[in-house]
């Protein structure tokens, strides 16, 4: 690995793993297949072009690989799920929607190396034997679009894409499908509607995986950009070698975003739970701005639930014996934060340090949430404006106590309730910061406001029944 | 017709903007039909309707944005209907139903960026391309300055958070934007307008 170097101010940290973001920001590599070929590209296809599709799914699922979207469903599993005597057409799609806030690791793979990702999806659709594919990427990459479609022109031209790819007889079609900046395209069911022309509304479960019923009816597959990418890794290592690495349980690497108040923010590859929370944020980042002190960390994108940094979190020693912990001692893989009530969701860390006022953060989030719910559901359309609402009363200062307690309540009739899983991801951010910062909530708020009209209509019939004061 | 238009017609309502006088009016021409043939063969057949949003990208690409001309067109071309299409162009907050200015900036407000002054930098922007922060508001997103060169919108996530705040000018995305960065390119901007314009 010593010949590679990279940008200078850009060079790995040393407890960083670069595999999928090798070629990032890497001297003299530029996106074209030239490059991508001389550096081993394509290599691993014309292995696996060799191979039986089943044993290539077998060698995924061996491997234990978890998608990276964020739901961390394992991969291999995932593309059994097509029906058994299946005689429709199966799709393929690459989710490159990436619109969590806090998460932009793909947009790197995308824009800087996009042969990795279109190696890594004919491997899959010749596991699964799909004979089209579509890339749905998000609209604001348009750069990234037109690299794209560039690569995907270079590999038809060399044989890489197309009918008969290096004489095994195997065809496929990969098109660049834009969206146009929802983020409810991100979910699996919706990013398929939109494929197909129609509103992108989630579709209702069962069935659960698009596998069984996805585009135009057909089975559908669906994965992220990375986990594509690291499909290629484990052909690249193989099975058994790629599950000896990092965690039991979420083997092979990952790449953690981290933006907020750090000193060093970006991206970065590690083994999987070969490091802290604390060692990500203290050694890699760089630890706090000067003079400022973390004070809460979003662990996996904007929907996870936020931990406190002073929180006392007790776990469980090997030998039974009681232990007590910081966020900062939780490794990072895909389960261990799971434990202690939140996600590592698609690996976007948000950091917030003690300048930071949290009901102005979840006030922030509830814009989000709010301007991105689909309509489609009732609790989630009428709640999430209803929570945006309570938040800015709060912010403003114009809350009662009783409004956080509100707040949460909504929150709570949200989550479940809902077509797709956009009802959890924003509950779980009002629910989390509620309930771990409800003093700085209630700080904001007092008992008089209870009393008080907020809109124009309450104030006037209400103009006999208070004063104003 | 009644005084209160109805809840199609305020859709297919003409909403003139400023910024109409960079861009070519709607027309449907031989180019264009064969650009929307070349998209609905991408996907498989008797699928034409996937190619909705690509054809709508393009004609916003030409035009600026979707207006309600282009709308029963879009419909004819993927085989569909002018509601089905109406009600995609109303779905997604990338389309554009005003006409953008000649420079269109997408600021980001969310969380990473708004931590890294995200907010303060949407406020200097609006005032130094001249538009009223004010007139933002959820129905209304964008809003397009006077003489129509700049127009401006806050979105959601631009998926480069750990360098904000971020702002895309047209499709360039500048990460780390500092006031000096946003007085460098408004004042490029202007500049391309009025080399544009001596050149004519």
């Given at each position: 690995m010593s010949d590679i170097t990279y940008k200078p101010g850009r060079e790995p940290h040393p407890k960083e793993t670069r595999?999928?973001?090798?070629?990032?920001?890497?001297?003299?590599?530029?996106?074209s297949i030239k490059c991508f070929i001389k550096d081993g590209g394509y290599k691993t296809l014309k292995k696996v072009l060799k191979m039986e599709p089943a044993d290539v799914i077998n060698e995924v699922k061996k491997s234990g690989l978890r998608g990276r979207g964020g739901a961390g469903f394992p991969t291999g599993v995932k593309w059994t799920f097509i029906p058994k005597g299946n005689t429709k057409p199966v799709y393929l799609v690459c989710n490159c929607d990436e619109s969590e806030p806090g998460t932009f690791k793909d947009r790197f793979i995308v824009h800087q190396d996009p042969h990795q990702l279109l190696e890594g999806m004919i491997i899959a659709c010749y596991a699964v034997q799909a004979h089209y594919a579509v890339?749905?990427?998000?609209?604001?990459?348009p750069e990234a679009a037109r690299i794209m479609n560039n690569a995907i022109k270079e590999a038809e031209a060399k044989g890489y894409l197309g009918t008969d790819i290096q004489k095994s007889g195997f065809d496929l079609k990969i098109v660049l499908h834009r969206g146009a900046g929802a983020y409810i395209c991100g979910e699996e069911t919706g990013l398929i509607n939109s494929i197909e022309g129609v509103r992108p509304y989630p579709r209702i479960?069962?069935?659960?995986?698009?596998?069984?019923?996805?585009?135009?009816?057909c089975p559908t597959i669906v994965n992220n950009v990375e986990s594509l990418c690291q499909v290629r890794q484990v052909m690249m290592m193989g099975g058994e070698k790629y599950a000896a690495e990092g965690a039991q349980r979420s083997p092979g690497t990952r790449i953690i975003g981290v933006s907020g108040d750090v000193k060093r923010p970006g991206v970065y590859e590690i083994i999987s739970g070969s490091i802290t929370y604390g060692e990500l944020l203290y050694d890699i980042c760089g630890g706090p701005r000067i003079g400022r002190k973390f004070k809460a960390i979003i662990p996996g994108g904007a929907s996870a639930k936020v931990m406190r940094c002073d929180e006392v979190l007790t776990d469980r020693n090997p030998d039974g014996t009681i232990r007590e912990m910081s966020v900062f001692d939780i490794p990072m893989d895909l389960d261990s934060i799971a434990k202690f009530g939140s996600m590592s969701g698609s690996g976007g860390v948000i950091v917030m340090d003690d300048t930071r006022s949290m009901p102005k953060c979840l006030n922030n989030l509830n814009r989000f949430f709010a301007w991105e719910?689909?309509?489609?559901?009732s609790p989630c359309r009428e709640g999430n404006p209803w929570m945006l609402k309570l938040s800015t009363r709060i912010c403003e200062g114009k809350g009662s106590p009783e409004d956080v307690d509100l707040l949460k309540s909504v929150a709570d009739n949200i989550c479940g309730r809902t077509v797709c899983a956009f009802g959890e991801a924003c509950s779980w951010p009002t629910q989390a910061f509620t309930t771990k910062f409800r003093d700085e909530f209630l700080a904001l708020t007092k008992p008089i406001n209870a009393l008080k009209a907020h809109s124009e209509e309450a104030k006037e019939a209400r103009k006999f029944l208070t004063r104003e004061d | 017709m009644s005084e209160t238009p109805n809840a199609i017609d305020a859709i297919t309502a003409a909403q003139p903007s400023p910024g109409e006088q960079f861009f070519p009016k709607f027309e449907v021409t031989p180019e264009l039909i064969e650009k929307a043939k070349e998209l609905v063969a991408l996907?498989?057949?008797?699928?034409?309707?996937?190619a909705v949003l690509p054809i709508i990208h393009h004609v916003q690409e030409e035009f600026g944005y979707i207006c309600a001309d282009a709308i029963p067109w879009i419909a004819e071309m993927c085989k569909s209907t002018p509601i089905h299409v109406s009600g995609i162009v109303t779905f997604y907050p990338g389309i554009h139903r005003k006409c953008p200015g000649k420079f269109h900036f997408r600021v980001c407000r969310t969380l990473a960026c708004a931590l890294s002054g995200g907010e303060e930098l949407m406020a200097y922007i609006c005032k130094k391309i001249g538009v009223n922060q004010a007139e933002i508001c959820d129905a209304e997103p964008m809003v397009v300055s006077e003489n129509g060169i700049f127009s401006i919108e806050p979105v959601e996530c631009l998926a480069n958070c750990g360098f904000g705040p971020n702002v895309m000018v047209n499709d360039t995305l500048y990460s780390q934007v500092t006031r000096k960065k946003v007085d460098e390119i408004v004042s490029a901007c202007k500049k391309q307008v009025a080399a544009e314009k001596k050149n004519k």
């Open positions: 595999r999928i973001f090798k070629n990032i920001d890497r001297e003299g590599y530029d996106p890339i749905y990427m998000r609209e604001e990459f479960k069962p069935p659960f995986f698009p596998a069984a019923i996805g585009l135009y009816g719910s689909c309509g489609q559901c | 996907y498989p057949e008797g699928k034409e309707q996937s």
